[in-house]
C-alpha cells in the first residue's frame, strides 16, 4: 500500500507496515500496541479501512525499547538533537514549517499581533488577548519607574535581567500558579520587559512600542518587528525552553522562569549566537571578502555563524520572512553585504541562513543598535518560555533526568585507615 501522506509533511505519518517494520514487532502486535495504548492509530479520510501512525509516537515506542536495552545510549541520543523527551501542544516543526497550536506561524507573523500569538499560545485563544493584557494602562509600580530611570546607560537586555527580580518582588500575585493566573502574570512580565527594553513604560502595543522607543520616524518598521517576535516566540524544546521548563518543574515563580531562561538565551550557541552573526558582518564590512572570510570560518573547523540549521535543511523559514522584511525596509549597502554572504554560503556548502542571521540583518537595515537582535529574540520567546512553564505547572513530576557515572570507581581507589 503506499505511504500516507498528509499536507503537513509527507513524512510525518507511517502505514501499519512501515510502523511494524520501524518498532521491528509483527502487524498483530503492532495492533496490540494500539489495544493497551501504547500507542495511537488514526483513521485516513477516504479510507475507513486503513489507519495511519504518528511517526513521533512511533518513535517514543522505539526509545522506550532503547532505554531498557540500553538507557545510557538512548538517554543521550535524546539529549541532543534526538527523540522528543517531553510532550507538548504548542509548537510543531514539520515539513519545513512552524505551527503554533495548529497555526502556520508564518501566516501569525503577518496578520496577528504579538498579544495574540502570546494569548494563543498561552490559552489556546487568541481573543483572550484584551482581557490578558487589560493591564497594560495601568501605572507601573514606583520601584520600576525609578529602576528604568536609573538604567538607562545599561542595553536592553541587561535591563531585563534586572528588572525581572524587581518585578518579581512587588507582583505577589505570580505565586497562582493556575493557567490563567500565569497567563496574566506573562502579560505583566511581557510589559516588565518592553518597559525595560524601551527605558520607560509601554502601556500600548508591544511591536508599536519598540518603534516608538527605537524608530519613532519610521512606523513602517512595527511590521517587521513584530513579525520577528511572533516567529521568535517558540521552537519547541530549545536550550532556554528546557531550562524554562525544568525551572517550572520545580515550582518557581513564572519570572523565575523566565530569569533563568534568559540566562540561557544568552549563551553564544543559542540567542548570543546573534553576537556572532553581527562580527561576521562586521569583518565582512571592513574587508569587502566575504569568500575569503567565510572560508577561513571553515578552514578553522567553524560552522559559518548565522547558516545552516538542523531542523530546516532547505532553510529556515523564518529567516526567509524576515529577510523579506529587511528588503522591504533597509538600505542598499546593508542588502549587498548580506546577499553577498549568504550566496558565498550556498556555493561553499550548500546550507542557508537562520534566524539569527536574518534578525541581524533585519536590525541593521532598520538601523537598530548591535543588542536589538538578541533583545527582540529574547521577548519572543518569552511568550514561549511562560507557555511551557503554564503546561508544565500543569504536570506533577519533577523533571530531574539520571546521569551516567564515567568517573573513578570507589572500589578501586586505596583504601586508607584514619590516624
Known amino acids: ?12 505519518y507511517l502505514t501499519a507496515r512501515e510502523a511494524a517494520a520501524a518498532l521491528g514487532v509483527s502487524l498483530p502486535t503492532l495492533y496490540s500496541y494500539v489495544s493497551r495504548g ?9 479510507l475507513p479501512r486503513v489507519k495511519r501512525y504518528l511517526r513521533e509516537d512511533v518513535a517514543r515506542v522505539v526509545e522506550r525499547k532503547e532505554v531498557r536495552s540500553d538507557p545510557a545510549k538512548a538517554a543521550a541520543r535524546s539529549l541532543h538533537w534526538g527523540a522528543p523527551v517531553l510532550d507538548s501542544s504548542l509548537t ?35 481573543k483572550e488577548a484584551g482581557t490578558l493584557f487589560a493591564e497594560q494602562s495601568e501605572e507601573l509600580p514606583r520601584e520600576i519607574k525609578d529602576f528604568l530611570k536609573r538604567t538607562s546607560q545599561l542595553g536592553p537586555v541587561e535591563r531585563c535581567q534586572l528588572a525581572l527580580p524587581l518585578g518579581a518582588a512587588v507582583d505577589p500575585a505570580a505565586y497562582d500558579l493556575r493557567p490563567m493566573a500565569v497567563a496574566r502574570t506573562g502579560a505583566r512580565i511581557l510589559r516588565l520587559l518592553v518597559s525595560a527594553m524601551c527605558g520607560a513604560a509601554a502601556p500600548g502595543l508591544i511591536d508599536v512600542s519598540l518603534q516608538e522607543a527605537w524608530l519613532p520616524r519610521r512606523k513602517s518598521a512595527a511590521s517587521a518587528l513584530r513579525a520577528a517576535l511572533i516567529l521568535c ?6 536550550v532556554s525552553t528546557f531550562t524554562a521548563r525544568c525551572i517550572a518543574s520545580a515550582r518557581a515563580t513564572p519570572y523565575e522562569v523566565v530569569i533563568g531562561a534568559l540566562a540561557a538565551m544568552k549563551g553564544r550557541r543559542h540567542g548570543g549566537h546573534t553576537a556572532e552573526v553581527e562580527a ?9 571578502r566575504p569568500r575569503e572570510i567565510l572560508v577561513n570560518h571553515l578552514r578553522q573547523g567553524e560552522r559559518l555563524p548565522g547558516f545552516g540549521h538542523p531542523l530546516y535543511p532547505n532553510g529556515d523559514p523564518r529567516a526567509a520572512l524576515l529577510l523579506s522584511f529587511a528588503n522591504k525596509l533597509g538600505r542598499g549597502a546593508v542588502l549587498e553585504l548580506a546577499g553577498s554572504l549568504v550566496g558565498v554560503a550556498r556555493s561553499l556548502n550548500g546550507e542557508h541562513p537562520t534566524v539569527d542571521f536574518a534578525l541581524v540583518t533585519l536590525a541593521r537595515a532598520l538601523g537598530l543598535p548591535t543588542e536589538s537582535p538578541l533583545a527582540l529574540f529574547s521577548l519572543g520567546r518569552a511568550m514561549g518560555w511562560i507557555a ?7 504536570d506533577a513530576r519533577l523533571i530531574r533526568p539520571r546521569a551516567r557515572y564515567i568517573g573513578l570507581n570507589p572500589e578501586n581507589l586505596p583504601f586508607k585507615e584514619a590516624d
Do not use: C
Open 1 to 12: 500500500m503506499a505511504k500516507v501522506r498528509t499536507k503537513l509533511g509527507q513524512d510525518r
Open 38 to 46: 501504547m500507542l495511537r492509530s488514526e483513521p485516513v479520510a477516504g
Open 92 to 126: 510543531l516543526i514539520d515539513g519545513g514549517r512552524i505551527y503554533y497550536r495548529g497555526r502556520d506561524a508564518l501566516e501569525l507573523a503577518q496578520q496577528a499581533s504579538v498579544e495574540e500569538v502570546a494569548a494563543l499560545l498561552w490559552s489556546g485563544d487568541p
Open 233 to 238: 516566540a517558540d521552537h519547541e524544546l530549545n
Open 280 to 288: 561576521l558582518f562586521q569583518e565582512t564590512d571592513r574587508a569587502r
Open 388 to 394: 511551557h512553564a503554564i503546561e508544565q505547572y500543569a
